[in-house]
């Protein structure tokens, strides 16, 4: 009896790791799918009647098609016997403005064999595989030129006032938010701003980015003969998204908005 159970044990073992294998090689093959943009090989790690499958196919062929995917997974023993793993997503977007996406969840999920083929029965999020909402952050930064632009032409003589909205993309709690409101009204209503910005990288995850950009604009005095200046700044500013919109959190420098002197 001794004897039997000694080597019911190692069997066992080896079944498990087995197991533990086929199911890493699963979850291998997928990010493979991913990292080659083969959204056909990486689907074909999930069953099509799982709960979700459409979302997922949808959202691997969006994030395939808008940009390129380095993914990693990290998945023990211990994990695998409580259906867990941990997925980390490297995109980099073919539109410049989105820039690069980090992007990491423990994912919960489920596999069974079925007709001798092991597939991913349940997964957990599948918005993991969502494409990247890097442009949406830059929208919000552009808007400030923008409205910028809008806001001076008070200057000009403009009834409207702007400055609401434009002071509206940023968050009143960020630092040195009280000298930026005092510069961007007295900017604004002295000098029309033409704005030009140029990206130069942005980079973070879902929730929150920070971007870099070349900031120039040229100022023109339409109070004293079209008096006419240039001030350019390389700015550094983070974005989160609050709600279904995104607010810049940090801004720096603040000063690039001080209205030039005499």
């Known amino acids: 009896m001794t ?29 493979e799918g991913l990292r080659n943009h083969d959204g056909k090989q990486f689907l074909a790690a999930f069953d099509p009647g799982m709960k979700g499958y459409r979302e997922l196919a949808a959202n691997a062929r969006g994030l395939l098609r808008d940009a390129d995917v380095q993914a990693s997974i990290e998945i023990s023993s211990a994990e695998i016997s409580s259906d867990q793993m941990n997925w980390t997503l490297d995109i980099t977007a073919h539109d410049l403005s989105a820039g690069a996406t980090r992007r990491q969840a423990k994912v919960t999920y489920h596999a069974e064999r079925s007709g001798g083929k092991l597939r991913i029965v349940s997964f957990e ?26 806001a001076s032409r008070r200057a000009e003589g403009r009834e409207d006032n702007d400055l609401p909205n434009l002071l509206g993309h940023f968050d009143r709690a960020m630092a040195g938010y009280g000298e930026l409101q005092a510069n961007l009204r007295a900017l604004t209503s002295i000098w029309v ?70």
């Open 3 to 31: 004897r039997r159970t000694l080597l019911s044990l190692p069997i066992a073992a080896c079944l498990r790791g087995a197991a533990d294998d086929d199911i890493k090689a699963l979850v291998n093959s997928a990010a």
């Open 125 to 150: 999020p599948v918005s993991l595989f969502a494409p990247p909402h890097g442009r949406e952050a830059w929208d919000a930064v552009s808007g400030v030129a923008m409205d910028l632009q809008m």
């Open 193 to 262: 701003v033409e704005p030009a910005l140029q990206l130069t990288s942005n980079e973070g995850g879902d929730d929150r980015r920070a971007l870099e950009i070349d900031w120039v604009m040229t100022l023109t005095n339409p109070l004293d003969g079209g008096r006419s200046l240039r001030k350019e700044d390389t700015v550094k500013c983070a974005v989160e998204k609050r709600g279904k919109g995104w607010l810049i959190v940090a801004f720096t420098p603040v000063e690039i908005f001080a209205p030039p002197g005499p």
